[in-house]
């Protein structure tokens, strides 16, 4: 399924730049494409240790035929951690408390200059989270209901079809901890895709994307949030908030996931 989900992205990703090749240029020279890439980094030493690093890779082409979006994100943070080792001795561990990368591509080939069907695909791997992984490919429509030079507001929705793995559970067995592998669940589910972005003023920007998979076994919503400052043509700050929901979460993890990013933007 993983790799399944993969080569439907690249495949995504291929026809769509195929097309923009092959079709006029009518937003811009290279078919209206855009990039952006991000990172952020952040270390402490002295009484506490801890290590966080994020990056995000983004592509999006919009011109007269197509609608498309590509996405690359990971994130990895150490710290110390209070463990009892094998003599029975509590100490502290310099160890990975989050590792998570997700990537996905979504396709749309426009029926006029606001509505689209689009295609998606997305793919994620949590090692600590309500999910080992899921995956998820969908068929949709999707509508742009405001887009100046200002504002811009589009949804995207459809039925589609994901695969996910919980998270291992533990047990106690003859009074030994035993990690128990939990079973890969499938469901057809209904996507939803809302995106919003405004221009506060010439160099500072807000936007905002609710992502929801909804299925009978299990409700994933994300929402991303992001307020970016331009401070050259190429480079900005960006403050980033995210919202995760898992509805299926086994015992021991939680629902809900934030995180919090403050990252330095290159747009190409």
């Known amino acids: 399924m993983k790799k399944t989900l993969i080569v439907a992205a690249c ?38 240790r801890t290590e966080n690093v994020n990056a995000k890779l983004g592509l999006n082409q919009e011109n007269e035929y197509w609608k498309n ?24 561990r310099f160890t990975t408390t989050a590792n998570r990368y997700d990537a996905g591509a979504s396709v749309g080939y426009k029926l006029d200059p606001r509505s689209y069907i689009v295609g998606a695909a997305r793919y994620e791997h949590d090692d600590f989270g309500s999910n080992l992984w899921q995956g998820i ?20 929705i459809g039925p589609g079809y994901k695969r996910y793995r919980p998270a291992n559970t533990t047990v106690l067995v003859n009074n030994e901890t ?19 972005k405004y221009r506060l003023t010439d160099n500072t920007a807000f936007e905002d994307t609710l992502l929801v998979e909804a299925g009978s076994k299990n409700k994933y919503y994300q929402n991303d949030a992001g307020l970016s400052v331009s401070m050259t043509r190429k480079l900005a700050l960006k403050l980033g908030f995210q919202v995760r929901y898992n509805s299926d979460t086994q015992p021991g993890t939680q629902s809900t996931d934030t995180l919090t990013t403050t990252n330095l933007v290159y747009n190409f």
Do not use: C, H
Not at 16 to 31: I, L, R, V
Not at 79 to 84: A, N, W
């Open 11 to 48: 495949l995504f990703a291929f026809a769509g730049m195929a097309q923009a090749q092959d079709t006029p240029n009518s937003a811009t020279d290279n078919g209206g494409w855009t990039g952006s890439g991000e990172f952020g980094f952040a270390s402490a030493r002295g009484n506490s």
């Open 137 to 156: 490919v969908s068929l949709g429509y999707g509508y742009i209901a405001l887009k100046n030079e200002r504002t811009e507001l589009s949804f995207e």
């Open 69 to 92: 979006n590509f996405f690359l994100n990971g994130m990895r943070s150490k710290g110390e951690v209070t463990v009892v080792d094998e003599s029975g001795a509590t100490v502290d």
């Open 178 to 196: 035993v990690e128990v592998r939990q079973p890969t669940e499938s469901e057809v589910v209904g996507r939803g895709l809302i995106n919003f």
